[in-house]
Every structure is written in C-alpha cells, then in structure tokens.
C-alpha cells in the first residue's frame, strides 16, 4: 500500500512505487488516494478526480493499482481501517507493506492507533531527498526492535517490522510544487506522466483563478 492526498500525482509517487514494488518483489503496489486525510488541510482536487488523475497517471503500469477503497468510506482516511481491509481480503498469511516517505514517517506515531499499524503490516521508509530531519522521541519508542536490514528479512513474515529504502531514482517532486507551480502558470512537464498534465490543465485544476 502506498497511499497519499495525491493532489496531484507526480513522477515521484509513480517511480517510487515502480522501484518499492521491485525492490521488495510485491505482487502489487495499491495505490490508495485518501478523501479526508486526518493530519493535513483538505486537499486541493475532489477526490473522485484525484483518482482519476491517479489512475491516469498509472494507464497500463504493471503490478500498480489506484484503489478507491478510502473514497468509500465515510470519515477520516485512517491508515489502519485501509490496512485491515486489505488484510481481510488477502488473508493472514500475505506479506502485507504500507510505504511512505520520511516526510509523512516522522509523524507516524501521532496517526491514529500506531501499533495496529504494525500489527497489519510492514511499514518501509522510502528515502526523499529533502526531508532528512531525525526522528521525534515518541516515534524511537514506537519502532523499537523492529528494524530490519534486508527486504528479505522483512518478507520473511506477514508484519511487524520495518525497513528503511533508498530506492535507485530519488526525485525531488513533490505535489506541493507542481500545485505551486500551476497557481504561477509555470510548466509542470516531466514532473507529471503527460496524460495527467494535460488533464489538470484541461480542467484548470490547480491554476488559483
Ligand atoms: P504535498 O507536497 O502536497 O505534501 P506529496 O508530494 O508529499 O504532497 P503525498 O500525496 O502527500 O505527496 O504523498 C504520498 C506518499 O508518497 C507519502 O508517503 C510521501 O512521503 C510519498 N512521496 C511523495 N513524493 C515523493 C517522492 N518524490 N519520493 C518519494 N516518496 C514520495
């Protein structure tokens, strides 16, 4: 599970799930757009077109999959509720990961019900260049004894533990300059897949008028 506002989708979410899904010989990336993210303000684009976008942006990518799960359910996008969705339909058994960048790891331990996290899934800490800040103390104290060396030994149970990846094509992307950018008229080319640009443009997303 790789979830996020994805307001908009940009090359970095996209290569980054590309990179985790080879780098840990997943199955499957579900891409998962939250409608009401509890820590953050609300999101720029509906939900409805943020997937839209999303699914746009990922056309025939294998083993990578927009999933509206969260978009159906009433209330805030608690990671957790996404996690035992997943581990309801895929069984006790799946080797079960959520990723995210260190960016949004640094305030894991304030989501709600952390350990449940742990309790569903993985967790893997995608590197970002730009947000290498340390670790607030609550978090030290969530992670402890789980860390792990080695996508190997990560996959070597369904949960529990974490992982830290540099993955090959760090990207400096990120939505809140590519929405930046579309509020000053300036390009967005190669940061965004071609199709989802010229959809965002087409509509007038994100041009602050
Ligand atoms: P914003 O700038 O609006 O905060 P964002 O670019 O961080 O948005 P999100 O939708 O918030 O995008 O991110 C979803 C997930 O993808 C988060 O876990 C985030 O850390 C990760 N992510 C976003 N951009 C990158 C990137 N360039 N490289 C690696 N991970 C990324």
Redesign the pocket.
């Known amino acids: 599970m790789?979830?996020?506002?994805?307001?908009p989708v940009?090359l970095?979410?996209l290569r980054?799930a590309v990179e985790l899904r080879e780098a840990l010989d997943l199955d499957r990336v579900h891409m998962i757009p939250a409608s009401t993210p509890p820590l953050r303000g609300e999101p720029h684009v509906a939900p409805a077109e943020r997937l839209a976008l999303l699914r746009l942006g990922i056309g025939d990518t294998p083993g990578l999959t927009a999933d509206p799960r969260e978009l159906c359910r009433d209330g805030p996008s608690y990671s957790a509720d996404t996690l035992a969705s997943l581990r309801g339909e895929l069984g006790e058994r799946a080797r079960l990961v959520m990723a995210?960048?260190?960016?949004?790891f640094r305030r894991l331990a304030d989501w709600h019900e952390p350990e449940r996290l742990f309790a569903l899934a993985h967790v893997v800490v995608?590197d970002?260049p730009g947000f290498e800040a340390p670790l607030p103390a609550a978090l030290k104290a969530l992670l402890a004894g789980r860390e792990v060396g080695s996508p190997e030994a990560l996959m070597a149970r369904p949960a529990g533990s974490l992982l830290r990846l540099a993955l090959p094509s760090?990207?400096?992307?990120?939505?809140?300059e590519v929405r930046r950018r579309l509020a000053e008229g300036r390009s967005v080319r190669y940061l965004l897949p071609e199709a989802v640009e010229a959809r965002i443009l087409a509509h007038g997303f994100y041009s602050g008028s």
Do not use: K, N, Y
């Open positions: 790789l979830g996020g506002t994805f307001d940009h970095g979410h980054s995210l960048g260190h960016d949004a995608i970002r760090r990207m400096v992307i990120s939505a809140t």
